[in-house]
């Protein structure tokens, strides 16, 4: 085999679904060894509650042994539940792309996973499938399967759609995710549904359906009223082909309602797709116009907001947000009528001093795109930790030391504590952040950190009784007697005078405690993630406690989001 060819195993891992809260590893091992020797077990639990999330993986040695498996036990009861067992997928490519997805309705409620299996595995290998339930455990008609390849996938639709599944005619089609199908080409070109609305008071049922009447064939027609019969001004129409409908459209917005008025006739939408299409119309409307403004002083107001960027030209809104006894929350939003104008004001107001504090000024971005921004970081934030050889993780202040391989943060809370004094940094030996300087370590990038207390310049850390302590590499300082270093004041002067990786430091040292109360077994990975933001983003989190919360929650679910991915 050649020196850089990765070589190929055959699988022999098993994802385990539909399990019982109370099932444990010990249990599944007592199950699955019957079928060959077992290399390990798990069961996924959530970070916090340890409670299980309802599957595990499980590891044999022998490929063939986890097919045994796979082929006697698939859907065997344990604690009461049938399981639900396929071939682990770790790509997620394979599950996300929707090749040989196939979607099921209109099925018997009696119907159960072993019967849709059972169904579907005559037209070709099946990598997982599974019945909608609700929380108590019924079906909801419908089910999914997902083939190996495409053609089983069309070998079932063509063979399965429209005939009848236990007295019940079955639709069987590909499945589109939910945002595939509110923005689908097709079901927009193939209406049949409209809306209509600016009826006129004097309409009744029988005129609003004869009116529609004369422009196709009508299968359904409803004019919405109220409890004392009037209507409300709005109704629907289905009519029995497209082009009818089309037809209707066309000519009902022309219909004359008298005084330069007409009726509104449209493509009836579903909540989500018309909710959806206006965010689109809004955010297209603002876009590069809105600008989002924080780390605002308490006596700033609308009027100062305004007075500040009015410079840079004509504004259409201004508001500091405020609590509900009028109190700023330190943000606010500023919208200009031109983007030109927009672009300006953020690239001269950002970080400027307004009062005691520089301002934070950034194009407004709705939480959805945030979110999406926050997921990007840590996924740039993962692919640079596995390519270092020792990943490294944020440790609490101060602590300055060498990372140490099979060190995890949780055991750090041991170590530091109220009153505890760290060495000094030393900068022969200090990158970015309190993080050692290696030759084989990138210094760009987002940061995962990685450390504890102590470091080159101590000469004695005790991660653990008893536990034994890995070789550090040699330090280039001669050891320095430990002094106290409390963090004093951060002002807005030592932060201008300070370089980006002491500002970092200055920052994280006030930022890790704070997470640490929130989250205490995930605080080093979510400071390193807050502290990829703006200097000015971190000063109003450290300011304002609920806008902290609040991030910290954000980068919370979006280490929950990569773990149930991975």
């Known amino acids: 085999m050649n020196a850089g060819q990765t070589p190929s195993y055959p699988m022999a891992s098993l994802y385990v679904g539909d399990l019982n809260p109370d099932v444990t590893e010990a249990m599944l091992f007592e199950k699955f060894s019957t079928a060959g020797p077992v290399l390990s077990i798990r069961v996924c639990r959530d970070m916090i509650t340890r409670r299980s999330l309802g599957y595990a993986y499980v590891n044999f040695q022998q490929p063939a042994d986890a097919e045994r498996a796979l082929d006697t036990m698939n859907f065997d009861t344990v604690k009461g539940r049938p399981i639900r067992i396929m071939w682990s997928q770790r790509d997620p490519s394979v599950r996300k792309s929707g090749v040989g997805n196939v979607f099921i309705k209109n099925l018997d409620k009696s ?16 990598l997982s499938s599974k019945v909608a339930t609700d929380s108590a455990g019924v079906s909801k008609g419908h089910a999914y399967v997902h083939y190996a390849d495409e053609i089983a996938a069309s070998k079932a639709i063509d063979e399965v759609n429209g005939k009848m599944i236990k007295d019940k005619k079955v639709y069987c089609a590909k499945h589109e995710r939910r945002q595939d199908r509110q923005g689908s080409e097709m079901g927009a070109k193939m209406f049949t549904n409209l809306y209509v609305k600016n009826i006129p008071e004097d309409w009744n049922q029988e005129k609003f359906q004869t009116v529609f009447t004369g ?17 409300k001004g709005f109704g629907f129409v289905n009519y029995e082909t497209h082009d009818d409908a089309v037809k209707a459209m066309e000519e009902g917005n022309k219909y004359p309602l008298g005084d330069d008025k007409f009726l509104y006739v449209g493509r009836f939408q579903k909540r989500a797709e018309r909710e959806a299409s206006l965010r689109r119309e809004k955010n297209e409307k603002y876009k590069n116009l809105n600008l989002f403004v924080k780390n605002l002083v308490d006596d700033v107001d609308e009027a100062k907001l305004r007075e500040l960027f009015e410079p840079f030209g004509e504004l259409t809104s201004c508001v500091v947000m405020s609590d509900d006894k009028g109190v700023s ?10 983007s030109e104008e927009a672009t300006k004001a953020l690239t001269e107001m950002n970080g400027k001093m307004v009062g005691a504090k ?14 999406a921004h926050l997921e990007s970081q840590f996924q740039q934030s993962l692919a640079t930790q596995r390519m270092h050889s020792m990943p490294m993780f944020y440790g609490p202040p101060n602590a300055g030391g060498m990372p140490m391989p099979n060190m995890m943060y949780p055991m750090m809370q041991q170590r530091g504590g109220p009153g505890r004094s760290f060495p000094p940094q030393q900068p022969p030996m200090r990158g970015p952040y309190n993080q050692p300087a290696y030759p084989q370590q990138r210094r760009g990038g987002p940061r995962n950190f990685r450390g504890g207390p102590g470091g080159p310049n101590q000469q004695k850390v005790r991660p653990n009784a008893g536990r034994p302590f890995p070789q550090q590499m040699p330090s280039v300082q001669p050891p320095i007697p430990a002094q106290s270093t409390v963090p004093g004041e951060l002002t807005s002067s030592s932060l201008a005078s300070a370089t980006p990786e002491a500002q970092k430091q200055m920052l994280g040292e006030r930022l890790f405690p704070l997470v640490n109360k929130e989250q205490p077994q995930l605080a080093g990975k979510i400071t390193g993630m807050l502290l990829e933001m703006d200097v000015t983003e971190i000063l109003t989190l450290l300011e304002y406690p609920d806008e902290l919360k609040l991030k910290v929650t954000e980068a919370r679910e979006v280490l929950d989001s990569h773990v149930a991915q991975a």
């Open 111 to 126: 119907i159960d996973n072993k019967e849709l299996y059972d169904t579907f595995s005559q037209f070709g290998s099946i």
């Open 329 to 338: 929350r330190g943000f606010g939003f500023v919208c200009f009528a031109k």
């Open 358 to 371: 520089p301002i934070y000024v950034n194009w407004h971005q709705r939480k959805e795109d945030r979110r």
């Open 215 to 231: 422009f196709g064939k009508i299968t359904s027609c409803v004019l919405k009223v109220n409890e004392d019969n009037t209507h």
